[in-house]
T-cell receptor, first 112, second 114 residues
Framework: QKEVEQNSGPLSVPEGAIASLNCTYSDRVSQSFFWYRQYSGKSPELIMSIYSNGDKEDGRFTAQLNKASQYVSLLIRDSQPSDSATYLCATDSGGSNYKLTFGKGTLLTVNP | NAGVMQNPRHLVRRRGQEARLRCSPMKGHSHVYWYRQLPEEGLKFMVYLQKENIIDESGMPKERFSAEFPKEGPSILRIQQVVRGDSAAYFC????????????FGSGTQLSVL
């Protein structure tokens, strides 16, 4: 069973701080990695994708990938209360080009 | 440009009844993917369909579950003889081509089985 593991949280940070979300995956074949944001009762929304080792920055978000350690992370700088949501880590399933394996998600709360 | 539309938003069924969940993909999208989110669990892939074809149903339970995506109309996920364990949020996503890189998810159908 290929798995994606995330700390379930909740992770609580003050407004303006850096939120760090972590994810490990078991399938070494995986090549594509994604972070989705899901507000309570809403649909998942893609916020970052990363395919190569290293960092990828998009606004206040930075995704980090280390394939040797099978580790993906998401940093949110200058956290805002509107960032409060569940963050889902996902990988391609066995290198599939259409199927995703998701972690259970980490609940982030940003306190004003 | 309307997003992925799912209905109903909430569906309540008694054990043994049938549940039909509908998903209308974004305009121009011919690929549909269904995922299930059980309480305290991550999203789990169920089935991938392209117009009139089931491409991969490896995530579907072997019994009671079926899916279709006809030439005209929405994709339908059908659950026969529902049990309490079927209670979950069912999300569909669509894309213009086979991909997992940019999926647009609908708002989901929350199925509750009494």
């Amino acid at each position: 069973q290929k798995e994606v593991e995330q700390n379930s949280g909740p992770l609580s940070v003050p407004e303006g701080a850096i939120a760090s979300l972590n994810c490990t995956y078991s399938d070494r074949v995986s090549q594509s990695f994604f972070w989705y944001r899901q507000y309570s009762g809403k649909s998942p929304e893609l916020i970052m994708s990363i395919y190569s080792n290293g960092d990828k920055e998009d606004g206040r978000f930075t995704a980090q990938l280390n394939k040797a350690s099978q580790y993906v992370s998401l940093l949110i700088r200058d956290s805002q209360p509107s960032d409060s949501a569940t963050y889902l880590c996902a990988t391609d399933s066995g290198g599939s080009n259409y199927k995703l394996t998701f972690g259970k998600g980490t609940l982030l709360t940003v306190n004003p | 440009n309307a997003g992925v539309m799912q209905n109903p938003r909430h569906l309540v069924r008694r054990r043994g009844q049938e549940a039909r969940l509908r998903c209308s993909p974004m305009k121009g999208h011919s690929h549909v993917y269904w995922y299930r989110q059980l309480p305290e669990e991550g999203l789990k892939f169920m089935v991938y369909l392209q117009k009139e074809n089931i491409i991969d149903e490896s995530g579907m339970p072997k019994e009671r579950f079926s899916a279709e995506f006809p030439k005209e109309g929405p994709s339908i996920l059908r659950i026969q003889q529902v049990v309490r364990g079927d209670s979950a949020a069912y999300f569909c996503a669509s894309s213009p081509r086979r991909t997992n890189e940019k999926l647009f998810f609908g708002s989901g159908t929350q199925l509750s089985v009494l």
